[in-house]
Structure formats: C-alpha cells, structure tokens
C-alpha cells in the first residue's frame, strides 16, 4: 500500500490567500484525521471523519478553516483567508481499528 | 480537560541500554494506548499499541499499562543511536474510541 498521500509537501503563500491542503487516504480506512503541529502547542487534532462524514470539528480554530471528505479517497483542508500564525506542518492520518498512520505532512509557510 | 503528559526531555541514554519513557493521562476511563516514534521533519510513525493491562513486547520495544495508575510506559532495550527520535504518547479518551490525544513528547538521545 502506498501509505496516506499528501499534498502539496511544502506550501509558501502570502497572508490573506486561500490554501487549501489535500490527501488521500490508506484504502479502505474508515476514518480520516487532519492535525496540526507546531513547536509550541504540539501536535493537535482539527478534525476527523468517520465514513466521509464530520464527527469531531471542535479542534478547528476559527471559521477560517473548513475541511471536506466528498468520498472515501479524498478529503481537503482549506484556509480562508491564511494568516502567519497558520504556520505549521498539517498532517493527515487515517486509520480502521483505531491505530492510526500518518502522511508525510504539509509545511505551510505564511508571510 | 482530559491530559496526556510526558517528560520533554531530552532523555539520553548510552549504546546499548534500556530507554525507559513515561506517559501519564488524566481519564481514569481511557481505552487504548499509542507510541509513536517522530524523526526530526517526519511524520509520527506508529510503533506500539496496547489496551488492556500488563506488558506488551514487539522485538526490543515493551509497552506497559497500569490503569489504576493511569501510566504507560514504553521501554526501549539495546537502545541504538538510530532509537534517537521523539516519542510520542496517544492516548484515546473514554467515549472516543478513534479519537486520541497527543502528549507533547519525550525527546530521546542514544550516545553512541
């Protein structure tokens, strides 16, 4: 298996710009993660789905953040507009029996 | 707010001897328990899990939960210099099976 598929690896863009992150997960895991990780606060859950639907959305900081699943292979992360403190490594996991398997990241970069 | 706390580190260890790392959580009803390994730049890779009390071997890694304690601990024998890496502990809350929440993580120094 080719493990949980992310991209862009690295993304620079300048405040207010919309990015938007993408991944595809291990097939046939049920379940989708998206985190965020800094030096500062850690490793942090923002969302997670559950059969390409929402369960758990309370980790994501402002409405600038939204995130889709329109099927089982494919979900996205949008920011909207991006501010520098959005900086980070975003990472996607995916799991089915509970343990999870992370992608390799997205470094964000916002100036 | 339900906890998982680790020992930042950095932990260092010689060639050769056991890394002993330490995670405590704050549910009492917490139901399965994660290790991840993180190299500097990469992603968490999953190295063990365990769910019920006791000790869980897999080749030089134990796992042990203490539930009544609410600590779990990942021992690390013939530690290598390619062990050094931060490990980080997961852990899933009572009522959220799949979700989990992560320490901060213990960074591990092996000394060759």
């Known amino acids: 298996d080719a493990g949980v598929i992310q991209s862009p690896r690295h993304e620079v863009t300048e405040m207010g710009q919309e990015v938007t992150l993408r991944c595809k997960p291990i097939?046939?895991?049920?379940?989708l993660f998206w985190y965020r990780q800094t030096m500062m606060r850690g490793l942090e859950l923002l969302i997670y789905?559950?059969?390409?639907?929402?369960?758990?959305d309370s980790g994501m900081p402002e409405d600038r953040f939204s995130a889709k699943m329109p099927n089982a292979s494919f979900s996205t992360l949008k920011i909207q507009p991006s501010e520098p403190r959005d900086s980070a490594v975003y990472f996607c996991?995916?799991?089915?029996?509970?343990?999870?398997?992370f992608g390799p990241g997205t470094r964000l970069t916002v100036t | 707010q339900k906890e998982v706390e680790q020992n930042s580190g950095p932990l260092s260890v010689p060639e050769g001897a056991i890394a002993s790392l330490n995670c405590t959580y704050s549910?009492?009803?917490?139901?399965?328990f994660f290790w991840y390994r993180q190299y500097s730049g990469k992603s968490p890779e999953l190295i063990m899990f365990?769910?019920?009390?006791g000790d869980k071997e897999d080749g030089r890694f134990t796992a042990q939960l203490n539930k009544a304690s609410q600590y779990v601990s990942l021992l690390i024998r013939d530690s290598q210099p390619s062990d050094s890496a931060t490990y980080l502990c997961?852990?899933?809350?009572?009522?959220?099976?799949?979700?989990?929440?992560f320490g901060t993580g213990t960074k591990l120094q092996v000394i060759p």
């Open positions: 789905f559950n059969n390409n639907v929402p369960i758990d």
């Open positions: 365990i769910y019920s009390n």
């Open positions: 097939s046939g895991h049920d379940y």
């Open positions: 996991a995916s799991s089915l029996q509970g343990e999870q398997y």
């Open positions: 549910d009492r009803g917490s139901q399965s």
């Open positions: 997961a852990v899933s809350f009572s009522g959220g099976y799949q979700k989990v929440t």
